[in-house]
């Protein structure tokens, strides 16, 4: 697992096709390249579901005994220290394909 705030541009995988329609069709309507408008619909969702993500840091950071704040910025700057916290703890998705990835694995699952 990477962060990614060196001032590379996020790669995405391509989306499922009724998924790009949509972000072509938000993209059109707003005037934006589709880069822009993906940026602003992960931004827009992100903000939208803090109140979920924040449960989950929440939850987790009370298994650690831990800040919530601080385990989540423990994630996005040392996601190794954050791996070897969370070795013993289930995750969410384990088990499961992920079919946004590019090979269909989920990434935080052991082989």
């Keep these: 697992m990477s962060r990614l705030d060196d ?3 996020l790669a995405l995988n391509p989306l499922p096709p009724y ?4 972000l072509n069709a938000m993209a059109f309507f707003l005037g934006r ?4 408008q993906a940026a ?9 579901a803090e109140g979920r993500i924040m449960a989950q840091v929440k939850w987790y950071a009370w298994k650690l005994d831990r800040d919530p704040y601080e385990l989540m910025e423990m994630i996005y700057t ?4 954050a791996e070897r916290l969370f070795q013993d703890l289930p995750k969410i ?3 499961i394909p ?3 990835g590019s090979d269909g ?3 935080h699952e052991s082989p």
């Design 7 to 9: 001032g590379k541009p």
């Design 19 to 22: 998924e790009m329609r949509l």
């Design 33 to 36: 390249n589709i880069e822009s």
């Design 40 to 48: 602003a619909a992960l931004a827009m969702y992100l903000r939208q």
């Design 78 to 81: 040392d996601p190794a220290e």
């Design 93 to 95: 998705h384990a088990g």
């Design 98 to 100: 992920d079919v946004f």
């Design 105 to 107: 694995v989920n990434p």
